[in-house]
């Protein structure tokens, strides 16, 4: 049970948002812009930034939401299995395999993030932006994590939840849907 | 030296932000939603749980920084947020904050370290649903914004009038949005 009264029919991160609407929609816009926004990393590479992160913090709720919306962006559920159990052999690039390890630093801590883990990306190619953009991604989620699991909101068992939520954030992204979500209570 | 190449003339967060400056407005923005509020916990309650986590984060930077914006709330009571900082539990700050904090640390740690006891005891101290979820937004924030700062190897300031001059700034109505 959440430590907080939330509406029953949204769960996860969606009830904590509603709950104070006024500060859900800067960060809500900050999350669009860096998960969606223009980039030289792909939409499913800032899932997977975001996924890992989330794997390593134990927050089921936004592994399972982020592994959904990786998995689409992807076509495929291997690559995203294996950078959260096996980074070293995932089938991704050399460069991405350099930034997902400063992401896992940055879940430890800042001062984890070692000079040699920022040379060792840029030895691969990540430019500054990507950089910056993956520590401010895996920062975010740090925050989202523990905003989740700090008040204990509601974390669904029911794995066709996060397959909608991932089409959710795939197909309409991180901003409030205009409608809002009434349509979500069950009658 | 940060790891990037960040634009000069701008130290602590000002660099990140002028890097990145289409995200400064949502940043501020939020910034200012969860700390520059009256309504549950005072101002100066808000920064001192920014304080104490960005020290148990070891970000000196943001230590600095919102220790100064909180002791300009409190009438310059500097002393006050040193011991906070050093023994919050026998600190003369009230019963409720002192829950509220014990909260933030736990958030610190991780989510799910954050006890069913911990939460009951700041209700019966009279903590209300928004201040303990302003308390777990704030804590989870300042997770946040330490490991940015760190985690692009921003250089700390070791002059504290540093510190004071942009807490005063902040304190006395520039706060944290960007400013037409």
């Known amino acids: ?187 | 030296m940060a790891y990037i190449q960040l634009p000069e003339g701008a130290v602590g967060m000002r660099g990140l932000m002028a890097f990145r400056p289409h995200l400064a407005p949502h940043l501020g923005a939020f910034t200012e939603g969860i700390l520059c509020i009256e309504e549950g916990l005072t101002k100066a309650e808000r920064e001192i749980i920014g304080m104490f986590v960005s020290k148990l984060n070891d970000c000196q930077l943001c230590e600095g920084v919102h220790g100064a914006v909180a002791a300009c709330y409190l009438a310059d009571n500097e002393a006050l947020i040193e011991q906070i900082k050093e023994d919050y539990e026998n600190a003369p700050i009230s019963d409720k904050l002192k829950a509220l904090l014990s909260i933030a640390a736990s958030v610190q740690k991780g989510g799910k370290h954050v006890s069913e006891s911990q939460i009951s005891k700041a209700r019966e101290l009279g903590a209300t649903d928004i201040e303990i979820h302003d308390t777990v937004i704030i804590a989870a924030t300042f997770c946040f914004f330490n490991r940015y700062i760190d985690g692009m190897g921003i250089a700390a300031i070791e002059d504290p009038e540093v510190f004071r001059q942009r807490g005063k700034m902040i304190a006395e109505g520039l706060g944290y949005a960007p400013k037409k």
Not at chain 1, 176 to 187: E, I, N
């Open chain 1, 1 to 187: 049970m959440p430590h907080i009264s939330l509406p029953d029919h949204l769960p996860g991160i969606t009830g904590l948002l509603e709950f104070s609407q006024d500060t859900a929609t800067p960060i809500r816009d900050l999350t669009q812009i860096l998960l969606r926004g223009e980039s030289s990393l792909t939409q499913g590479e800032r899932e997977l930034i975001a996924t890992i992160v989330s794997h390593n913090n134990e927050c089921i709720f936004c592994t399972s939401a982020h592994t959904a919306a990786a998995d689409l962006l992807l076509g495929e559920t291997e690559t995203c299995e294996m950078v959260k159990h096996d980074l070293d052999n995932a089938p991704v690039s050399e460069k991405m395999k350099t930034l997902l390890t400063i992401a896992k630093m940055v879940q430890k801590s800042g001062k984890s993030v070692t000079p040699e883990a920022i040379a060792n990306a840029k030895a691969q190619g990540a430019t500054d932006m990507e950089i910056h953009d993956t520590v401010l991604i895996a920062a975010l989620f740090c925050l989202y994590n523990r905003y989740v699991d700090g008040l204990a909101s509601v974390t669904p068992a029911d794995p066709s939840f996060y397959q909608y939520l991932g089409e959710r954030i795939v197909n309409h992204g991180y901003t409030r849907l205009p409608q809002g979500y009434d349509h979500l209570k069950k009658s």
